[in-house]
């Protein structure tokens, strides 16, 4: 898709939104939702891998299962359910006058797809054992991004595609390689011709950007604030530098098939600290 073209698509992306769901969701669950007139509102996916973007008033304390949320000063919030998490969540949400709100949170379990890819090379599916020490190494700096609860609420901005393309994996889903059982797919895997742009899909500081690591390749990490997190891996270029504010829309890099691939695609994934997100829910279904 040229960058003319992707432009447009996606400010009538944003115009949708803003229109119909408001800044910063995509998809409301009006069952769950607070009703009109209470201090606190959730909107989001009350299930497996959902999203709950949070307004309350400011100076609130909020609290999810013991955990402490992070809220602006504006009262804004956000927080998620992994792909495994129980079907309750206990939220509790104080305040500055004293008023408490208990609610138990009803979480929907979901069904995963299974994925069978065969004809891999033996080192794809099963990593030699001299690598392992790197692959330790490389897994602790993307946890260690994950765990940062930066202050900044640069979710507010709303959430548009990171690039145009077709749907190879979806989130969740059990992949079998060459008949072994593996973990989940924690992502959603974007198809699209290698050098296809990558763009930021929400305002973000760049938290790592490395260009071979041994899984994901050239990888990308945004930070959006208060925990969340996103990953962009397979990239053939990476063009941003850590540190780096990035505003939605902004190029990223280009998608590729670095690291563990067997073709061009970008691996989509978002985080709420350890909480895998699926990435499906920040966005509108994507256009044909």
């Not at 009350?46 to 992070?70: D, K, M, W, Y």
């Not at 889903?173 to 990558?198: C, E, F, M, W």
């Amino acid at each position: 898709m040229r960058a003319e073209t992707f432009n447009k698509w996606q400010a009538v992306l944003a115009v949708r939104r803003a229109l119909s769901l408001g800044p910063v969701l995509l998809a409301l669950s009006v069952s769950s939702a607070l009703a009109q007139g209470e201090a606190t509102r959730l909107q989001g996916q009350f299930t497996q891998g959902g999203v709950i973007f949070g307004h309350s008033v400011p100076g609130a304390r909020v609290v999810l299962n013991g955990r402490e949320v992070r809220v602006s000063p504006a009262g804004r919030f956000v927080f998620g359910f992994g792909r495994d998490a129980p079907e309750t969540a206990q939220l509790e949400i104080s305040l500055p006058d004293g008023t408490l709100d208990r609610r138990a949170l009803r979480v929907e379990r979901r069904v995963y797809k299974t994925q069978h890819i065969d004809g891999l090379p033996p080192k794809m599916v099963t990593p030699p054992k001299k690598v392992l020490a790197r692959i330790r190494k490389e897994n602790k700096t993307i946890a260690a991004a994950r765990a940062v609860d930066r202050p900044e609420p640069f979710f507010e901005s709303g959430f548009i595609w990171p690039a145009a393309g077709s749907i190879s994996g979806v989130f969740g889903s059990q992949r079998i390689l060459n008949g072994k059982p593996r973990r989940p797919h924690y992502g959603l895997d974007i198809a699209a011709p290698a050098g296809t742009p990558v763009h930021a899909p929400a305002d973000g500081a760049v938290a790592i950007t490395q260009r071979d690591m041994y899984y994901t390749g050239g990888t990308v990490v945004l930070d959006h604030g208060h925990g969340l997190t996103s990953v962009y891996s397979h990239l053939k270029d990476v063009s941003v530098k850590q540190g780096q504010i990035l505003r939605q829309g902004d190029i990223l890099g280009t998608i590729g098939a670095t690291g563990r691939a067997t073709g061009a695609h970008l691996d989509w994934r978002i985080n709420w600290f350890k909480e895998r997100l699926d990435p499906a829910f920040f966005v509108p279904p994507m256009p044909q």
